[in-house]
């Protein structure tokens, strides 16, 4: 009888340890379920990387590298669900004492500074009183509300209307970083500006926007110096390029930051060295493509003669 309960502790004792066992081998969901579907079998897909020497990471040792800068800037492609997801992954992992986010403009600024405690998602974006025609509360409201559960301080990173509009003009006086940046980058910039506007607006109508996206570059990297401790900036991945967007700006505020660039992999492209990020960022998350748009096609048409004419 006594040799029947051995064997039957010895059993249960076995099936324990190899249970445990299998739960802390279990992948880390975020990097191994996707809810984009295109090319997800690329084998970079939940690959993590760092750019300048090609070293393949486990989620805890990014969070562990990155952790020892002030300034951690994610880039995301704005319409990946799977990057906001990891997003809320990231802030969660890292505790940050402040976040700022592209999605907020300063008009939020008030209602930033008065959050209550202990409320839900929705409250949050009732108390916001969120304007859902910029950003879809549905695809940003969950990384925002997953930095006021670690509460971190929540800061604006992008201008309102009337202050785009008054940089549109040529006000950029307080945006000071402007000045040092700008003979770096204008030309990369106004390039940048006229690709994504599909080479249909003359490069000589676009040099207005060009101090839009320096004051919003500028804008963030202020958010971020005012802030104390640990500070995670939340925006689309061309905004945290290293060699023209906030990180210079960073510099020029004597400051530095890490880059974390989430990013959707190709059909042909299945090798860290064909996506050419050495001088752009810092260290790649590769995640599966959400949708496949021809944005130049939608754009041509929206600038047709005929829909301008309103025939």
Known sequence: MEKLKDFLSFIGLAVYVFISG?????PRPPLDSWTSEI?????LVGGIYAINDGRQLTFPQLVDEVQTF????????HDNPDHQRLESEIIKAINPDAVIFEMLHSGYKSKLSEIPLGISEME?????NWDNSSWNW????PVIYSAY???AKILHGNLSRDELMDVYSGNIQAYPTISSVKPQVEDELLEMVYKSHCDLIPKERLTSMVDVQLARDALMASSLASASG???LIAGAYHI???KSVPLHIRSNGDDSVSIALVEVSESKQILADYQLEGLYDYVVFTPVFEIRDYCKEMRESYSPKKNNGN
Do not use: F, M, S, W
């Open 70 to 77: 002030d300034n951690i800037l994610i880039g995301e492609k």
């Open 22 to 26: 299998c739960a802390v081998q279990e």
């Open 241 to 243: 390029q290293k060699d």
């Open 39 to 43: 090319y997800k079998e690329n084998p």
């Open 230 to 232: 640990t500070r995670v």
């Open 124 to 128: 949050l974006k009732a108390h916001l």
């Open 138 to 141: 549905d695809v940003v409201g």
């Open 149 to 151: 559960e670690t509460g």
